[in-house]
């Protein structure tokens, strides 16, 4: 079975740092497109940044610069590493996975997400 489990956040100050893990089972890790997702209080849930299989990472407007992206296959874990962390970044941040399976055609899995409060 599939399984996406985040883990990492908590409270943290304005202005600092934090690192979200998400370890991935029950796919082929490395041939799926990995992102993380966020979603504040009565908001959407927005994209914060993704990473293909080969390593070409993109990222939202307002995290470039901030926010890092990164996956260690062989360990089949994706990592958001956050800097400068401000109020507006308080969310829940979701790991998700894309990628095509035979007889399903394309899928996405989420995990269930883990919570950043940043506030002094």
């Known amino acids: 079975q599939v399984q996406l489990v985040e883990s990492g956040g908590g409270l943290v100050q304005p202005g600092g740092s934090l690192r979200l893990s998400c370890a991935a089972s029950?796919?082929?890790?490395?041939?799926?497109?990995m992102s993380w997702y966020r979603q504040a209080p009565a908001k959407e849930r927005d994209l914060v940044a993704g990473?293909?299989?080969?390593?070409?990472?993109n990222y939202a407007d307002s995290m470039k610069g901030r926010f890092s992206i990164s996956r260690d296959n062989a360990k089949n874990t994706v990592y958001l590493q956050m800097n400068s962390l401000k109020p507006e970044d308080t969310a829940v941040y979701y790991c998700?996975?894309?990628?095509?399976?035979?007889?399903?055609?394309?899928?996405?899995?989420w995990g269930k997400g883990t919570l950043v409060t940043v506030s002094s």
């Open positions: 029950g796919f082929t890790f490395s041939n799926y497109v």
């Open positions: 990473i293909s299989s080969a390593g070409s990472t």
């Open positions: 998700n996975a894309q990628g095509w399976e035979l007889g399903r055609g394309r899928v996405s899995y």
